[in-house]
């Protein structure tokens, strides 16, 4: 069973940058497709960003296109998402999570993703 931390979150002004991290334990993250998704206070859950299980298609809601990159480091078994250029409107909780069918859809399919971290606050002041 993959267990997920995600770390990185915090508060910064809007225009600044964070990086999250996702750290990925009891299996190898590579065999996996990994998402991002974000819960905004009274708001649904909404997918962010996935990145497929191979070196291959990524996805990014239309909201975060250009701004935000997803990654992966396999050897340190960690997926990230650099934010760039944040907006109040990117505040949330922050989650990763992985989907064993291992292809990122576009729009992303976040019932796909079975194992979840446990999130990290994100939050962007005006």
């Known amino acids: 069973q993959m267990h997920l931390v995600e770390s990185g979150g915090g508060s910064v002004q809007s225009g600044g940058s964070l990086r999250l991290s996702c750290t990925a334990s009891?299996?190898?993250?590579?065999?996996?497709?990994m998402g991002w998704f974000r819960q905004a206070p009274g708001k649904e859950r909404e997918a962010v960003s996935c990145?497929?299980?191979?070196?291959?298609?990524?996805s990014y809601v239309e909201s975060v296109k250009g701004r935000f990159i997803i990654s992966k480091d396999i050897a340190k078994n960690e997926v990230y998402l650099q934010m760039n250029s944040l907006k109040p409107g990117d505040t949330g909780v922050y989650y990763c999570?992985?989907?064993?069918?291992?292809?990122?859809?576009?729009?992303?399919?976040?019932?796909?993703?079975?194992?979840w971290g446990q999130g990290t606050q994100v939050t962007v002041s005006s």
């Open positions: 009891g299996a190898m993250l590579d065999r996996y497709a």
């Open positions: 990145l497929s299980r191979w070196d291959g298609p990524t």
């Open positions: 999570a992985s989907d064993s069918l291992g292809r990122c859809d576009d729009p992303i399919r976040s019932t796909k993703y079975t194992n």
